[in-house]
């Protein structure tokens, strides 16, 4: 990517060094071969018998490509993407109602999502940092498809997810946002409870976003942080967002809140003694191994 995105930032605020395994347009399906690339890496710090070490921090931030391609496929060939850009009027697409707007939306991702912390916690990590799917509404890209969402639901095509004619568009997806919130972060509370030596944090993404714009107001949150695909962060977004990332990890991942604690973040001592300590914390915050990073590219 043309700037560090989020989760190598987040890396510089840790003090880590940032083995980073993700590449661009990347989909959730290949974060199988990404964490095998990083497990086999001789780069990546390794324990006695060769697994990860436990200080390791496992961040994955996937899927904002696939709810992407789900919209676009969706809408190809139905006339819909014609009418994003002016060739033709709005209007429902005329084929079957696109995934991402059906019940359930990424129950599919969600399992191999699964699957991936599954195989890194064999492989010896027990720190997870897993984004949520960043479907924020305020992105620039949803006044372009507010109309062919809005005609999908005058035409009664979305009365499955409880959206009918009258409703606004916004409201469908709003909907479905909340749905693929609510499957991530019951995932990863599972994950941690299925395995009590580990700590998986949640990162809602889509709560930052609201969270920064509150706090930089509207105008200067809206102008500076999409670049000119109206829904990739600039470089000024991704440090916004990895310092809410930052916040997110300290709260919940303790060893990490006295090793590079968070300025909005106390550090809580009990807590964090009650912790494995980490494998070179002598040495400094410098020595904590890197979080590596198993898919970025996502928006």
């Known amino acids: 990517y043309m700037h560090p995105c989020w989760p190598e930032v987040l890396g510089r605020r840790l003090s880590a060094r940032v083995l980073n395994f993700a590449s661009g347009g990347s989909l959730v399906h290949d974060l199988h071969s990404q964490g095998s690339r990083a497990l086999a890496s001789p780069l990546v710090p390794k324990a006695a018998g060769g697994l990860l070490k436990k200080e390791t921090l496992v961040v994955v931030h996937t899927c904002g490509n696939d709810f992407i391609m789900k919209m676009v496929e969706g809408l190809m060939g139905s006339g819909g993407l014609l009418s994003m850009f002016g060739g033709a009027p709005a209007a429902a697409p005329a084929g079957p109602t696109p995934e991402i707007l059906r019940p359930n939306p990424g129950t599919r991702e969600v399992e191999v999502l699964r699957q991936f912390l599954e195989m890194m916690h064999r492989a010896g990590a027990r720190r997870f940092l897993v984004s949520g799917v960043p479907a924020y509404l305020e992105m620039p890209i949803w006044n372009m498809l507010w109309p062919i969402v809005g005609g999908l639901v005058n035409q009664g095509k979305l009365q499955e997810i409880g959206v009918g004619p009258g409703d ?18 019951t995932m990863v509370e599972k994950f941690g409870e299925a395995h009590p030596d580990s700590e998986c944090a949640f990162f809602d993404e889509v709560g930052a976003l609201e969270r920064l714009r509150i706090a930089h107001g509207p105008a200067v ?3 500076s942080m999409w670049d000119m695909s109206m829904f990739h962060p600039t470089a000024w977004g991704h440090e916004q967002i990895a310092s809410e990332a ?54």
Not at 168 to 185: D, F, I, R
Request: hydrophobic letters at 35%; charged letters at 25%; proline letters at 13%.
């Open 168 to 185: 606004s568009p916004k409201l469908a997806m709003e909907v479905q946002a909340t749905a693929l919130h609510e499957h991530w972060e």
């Open 221 to 223: 949150f809206d102008r």
């Open 246 to 299: 930052h916040r997110c990890t300290t709260e919940r991942i303790a060893p990490l809140s006295s090793l590079a604690p968070h300025p909005d973040v106390p550090v809580d001592r009990r807590r964090c003694n009650k912790q494995p300590a980490p494998a070179a914390a002598a040495a400094g915050a410098r020595s904590e191994p890197a979080p590596a990073t198993a898919e970025k590219a996502a928006p």
